[in-house]
């Protein structure tokens, strides 16, 4: 995730960032600008009496109507990211209520157990964000007595496998400890939370804007465009090719950012900050299971 200063606008209309839509879209934006100036000579030059003067109208209406859709488009990525952020927060909280209340019943002089309950909590949450990228993530993870790394290379739901890892140890760390039930039931509501986020992250990952809906959009954008030439080459003459590359660089860049924050949990620049979170989480609960 990119991280940067909203009140420096200097700074951040003058620099081209790799994931800038400008920068994606400029060879394209360059190609329909020499189109739109081709368009606009012949229009001028031979077709002058053969297209309507008032063609422009159609486009007017169509335009804001577009707008409209591309709004809600980006505006439903947006609900799905946010989402996210949502759930990987409740994450790290729920990461540090279990070391908080496993600190307040393990012994201070076991020392063993407390790591051992500190590595399988940070390893969930690498394991969870490694798993909604569709990657095993083995090489990441701190083994322990309770991980064994070739079982868990094994098993097909690796997050579900760690909070089974979690729920059993520290019920059995319980039982030796002589804790209540009632004490486990205070940790284990938050493990249960653990899971909940894990669904919901897979729910959002699994679910993508349906593709008539996706796929719709695009051809709409792609046919307003190229007819934009047609329609303001004659009455606008070339400042039609300004109008036409400014309007396809805020079209074009609202659907290519809908694309990308829909789906948050990856590698690009905007997608949330997971790697730092899940180092967080580790940081976090080292630092109370080690007090």
């Known amino acids: 995730m990119v991280t940067y200063n909203p009140k420096d606008w200097i700074k951040l209309i003058v620099h081209l960032h790799k994931s800038d839509t400008l920068r994606i879209l400029l060879p394209t934006i360059l190609l329909l600008g020499f189109i739109t100036a081709g368009v606009s000579y012949i229009e001028q030059n031979y077709l002058k009496n053969y297209i309507p003067a008032n063609l422009a109208i159609f486009h007017q209406i169509s335009g804001f109507i577009i707008s409209l859709v591309l709004v809600f488009r980006i505006n439903s990525a947006y609900d799905r990211w946010w989402e996210g952020r949502k759930l990987w927060g409740s994450l790290l909280n729920n990461s540090r209520s279990i070391a908080i209340k496993v600190n307040a019943f393990i012994p201070s002089t076991d020392k063993a157990t407390r790591k051992e309950i500190q590595s399988l909590i940070s390893d969930y949450a690498i394991s969870l964000k490694e798993h909604l990228r569709?990657?095993?993530?083995?090489?990441?993870?701190?083994?322990?007595?309770?991980?064994?790394?070739?079982?868990?290379?094994?098993?097909?739901?690796?997050?579900?496998?760690?909070?089974?890892?979690?729920?059993?140890?520290?019920?059995?760390?319980?039982?030796?400890?002589?804790?209540?039930?009632?004490?486990?039931?205070?940790?284990?509501?938050?493990?249960?939370?653990?899971?909940d986020v894990c669904g919901a992250c897979e729910r959002i990952k699994n679910t993508p804007i349906p593709y008539a809906y996706s796929i719709f959009i695009k051809k709409i954008v792609f046919v307003y465009i190229i007819t934009m030439p047609i329609a303001f080459g004659l009455s606008m003459g070339y400042w039609s090719i300004a109008i036409v590359m400014v309007m396809f660089y805020a079209f074009a860049s609202l659907e290519i950012i809908s694309e990308e924050i829909e789906d948050p949990f990856g590698t690009d620049d905007n997608d949330l900050p997971t790697d730092e979170i899940a180092e967080k989480i580790k940081i976090n609960t080292t630092e109370i299971l080690s007090t």
Not at 161 to 188: C, G, M, P, V, W
Request: overall charge positive; charged content about 25%; glycine content about 4%.
């Open 134 to 195: 569709g990657k095993s993530g083995d090489q990441l993870l701190e083994y322990g007595n309770t991980l064994n790394k070739e079982t868990y290379i094994k098993a097909s739901h690796k997050p579900n496998y760690i909070a089974k890892l979690i729920t059993r140890y520290i019920l059995e760390q319980f039982k030796k400890n002589t804790a209540s039930t009632h004490d486990y039931l205070l940790i284990n509501r938050n493990i249960d939370e653990l899971i």
